[in-house]
């Protein structure tokens, strides 16, 4: 008797498409049916009139209060202070300077987070040494034919980014130095980086700014002036590194005692075992807390508006006392809470491609 296989036959149209996906995470059970209903009333009824207020009832055009509507938003208010809110007082005149800092920054970042683009070396050395002092001259001025612009004029979300970028890069390598002091074996080296990272880490940021704004220039001598915006950047930078050292600390632990006997097996000194070997492993581990303490650093700069330097979440709340635009907070705070939201949300999303990209997981270590 002869057997003839049959064609297979296509699956059930109820398990695949929208249809099976619904039915494999929203409806695979009593339970979960009803949490799914639930929820999505409870997403509509609150979300329902967000929407209405934030997109359909919105105003969007105009040219002063007089252009909105009661019952909706008044982006017109966002409209109208974008580039204060941008720039906040750089001469309008040299706006293009932050411009062309940022743009650079953002070309650079993407020469460095796009696989395919070649000589990531390059790409690291400009970003690291040569950009900072491109933009140093391009943001204050005063040579090459710029005119100086001093750093009280600095605002709004230049500086958020300002102090953001420059915090970030400080306090990473300072915070492996800590970690890797707190691992060492020299006693004097360990108790030191321990006093620093507890002392640091038991004071809150507030009080680290007012102390560099209010407190340090005490001890300088007579006459001798510091900047605000610079007393900010250490006073944020050594806080941080501090918190960056542990995160760092947790990866060192994190690495097996054998790539350590290994290295010293293959007769490598102190430096280029930590460099070659246990570092690169660390940090790849670390990602993960290193992006977590980047997000909480950018979300902190808003607190320098206790020593008067006027970032964007400080700029858009000086704007909402203008006579001119008084009971349009809510808008101003929205927009801030978008800006932030949009940057940390990019740095989260990021720092999961690059954990996938370098293949962080480590479940199959012997």
């Not at 920054?105 to 400009?126: N, T």
């Not at 980086?193 to 007012?210: A, D, H």
């Not at 430096?271 to 246990?278: D, F, H, P």
Request: net charge neutral; charged share 10%; glycine share 8%.
């Amino acid at each position: 008797m002869k057997y003839e296989l049959q064609p297979t036959l296509p699956p059930p149209a109820n398990t695949i498409g929208a249809i099976g996906w619904a039915r494999k995470h929203l409806f695979n059970g009593p339970l979960n049916s009803i949490a799914t209903v639930l929820l999505a009333w409870l997403a509509f009824t609150i979300l329902a009139p967000v929407v209405q207020w934030v997109l359909i009832d919105a105003n969007w055009t105009g040219t002063a209060r007089e252009s909105c509507t009661d019952g909706g938003a008044c982006w017109v208010f966002i409209g109208q202070r974008i580039d204060q809110f941008l720039y906040g007082f750089y001469p309008d005149s040299e706006t293009w300077r932050l411009d062309l800092a940022f743009f650079l920054l953002l070309g650079l970042i993407l020469w460095l987070a796009i696989p395919k683009l070649p000589a990531k070396g390059i790409a690291a050395l400009i970003t690291l040494v040569i950009y900072p002092v491109i933009a140093f001259f391009l943001l204050t001025g005063g040579s090459f034919g710029l005119e100086a612009v001093d750093t009280h004029q600095w605002g709004g979300l230049s500086l958020t980014l300002v102090l953001a970028v420059v915090g970030m890069v400080a306090s990473l390598p300072i915070g492996v130095l800590l970690a890797l002091g707190r691992q060492s074996d020299m006693p004097i080296v360990k108790s030191l980086s321990v006093v620093y990272i507890e002392i640091w880490r038991g004071v809150p940021l507030i009080t680290v700014l007012f102390m560099a704004s209010v407190m340090l220039p005490l001890f300088f001598p007579e006459g001798m002036t510091f900047d605000k915006l610079l007393r900010a950047l250490i006073g944020i930078t050594m806080f941080q590194s501090a918190y960056m050292a542990e995160v760092v600390r947790g990866g060192l632990q994190a690495i097996p005692k054998g790539q350590y006997e290994a290295a010293d097996a293959l007769g490598l000194g102190y430096w280029q075992k930590m460099i070659l070997i246990i570092l690169p492993q660390a940090l790849k581990m670390m990602i993960p807390g290193i992006v977590n303490t980047f997000i909480a650093l950018f979300k902190d700069t808003s607190l320098v508006l206790i020593i008067g330097l006027f970032d964007l979440l400080a700029i858009v709340q000086a704007a909402t006392n203008d006579p001119k635009w008084i009971g349009y907070a809510t808008e101003g705070y929205v927009f801030v809470a978008f800006v932030f939201w949009i940057f940390c949300f990019s740095m989260s999303r990021y720092s999961q491609h690059l954990e996938k990209r370098l293949h962080t997981g480590h479940g199959n270590r012997a």
